[in-house]
């Protein structure tokens, strides 16, 4: 699960249970209208268990104060955070942050400008815009110029199973209803069973 990123949690027992699968990056949603949204009072929770993981803390159009009273609050956890946006805005707004992000792509954004910014350190690409994206030699020549880090955004752990991956493209996933068996609950041993995680591991291994 080498730089896979797992959006979605929002407890301290889906935090032991990716922790247990090898998840080396966690997303933590801030969106309001997502059904993974971790509250902040249990985001300032969590953030103490994570030990060595990556943090990603998910935005979407929200604004620069609301951001920045975010990180003002979790400041004194002492822990990094790489911020994600999932929405389309000047690059102006991306740059003011002055810290690593990385940006969901949207074919019409001005996604020449956001990911040249000094700041942006990687782009998710969705599995469904793939068409669009492969015919568009100048973003890979932008990705590869200024060595931004590149994830490859399914829908479902089944649509991710059939990803064939490649060594600079790590997988990008939500956790959705697949391990739900209801709102705001996740089915733990259900999230361990996915056969998702014995295809990664033993592609890992067979490197």
């Not at 946006?85 to 074919?107: A, C, I, L, Q």
């Not at 100048?138 to 752990?157: G, M, P, V």
Request: glycine share 6%; proline share 4%.
């Amino acid at each position: 699960m080498k730089g896979s990123l797992v959006h979605g949690c929002y407890d301290k027992n889906t935090l032991k249970t990716l922790e247990s699968l090898g998840v080396d990056s966690l997303g933590f949603d801030l969106r309001a209208r997502s059904s993974n949204l971790v509250t902040f009072t249990a985001l300032k929770e969590i953030l103490p268990e994570v030990r060595h993981q990556e943090i990603v803390l998910v935005f979407e159009n929200d604004s620069r104060e609301t951001i920045f009273s975010y990180l003002d609050l979790l400041k004194h956890t002492g822990k990094n955070f790489l911020l994600e946006f999932r929405d389309n805005k000047p690059k102006g707004y991306y740059e003011s942050f002055s810290r690593p992000f990385v940006w969901f792509f949207t074919p019409d954004a001005d996604w020449k400008g956001i990911i040249s910014l000094q700041n942006c350190a990687g782009i998710i690409l969705p599995l469904r815009f793939q068409d669009l994206y492969h015919d568009l030699p100048h973003l890979w020549t932008l990705i590869e110029e200024n060595d931004l880090r590149i994830w490859l955004h399914t829908e479902t752990f089944d649509e991710a199973e059939f990803v064939k991956g490649k060594d600079n493209i790590q997988l990008s996933l939500d956790l959705v209803s697949e391990i739900r068996p209801g709102p705001r609950k996740i089915d733990q041993e259900a999230l361990k069973r996915l056969m998702f995680w014995r295809k990664i591991n033993e592609c890992s291994s067979g490197q």
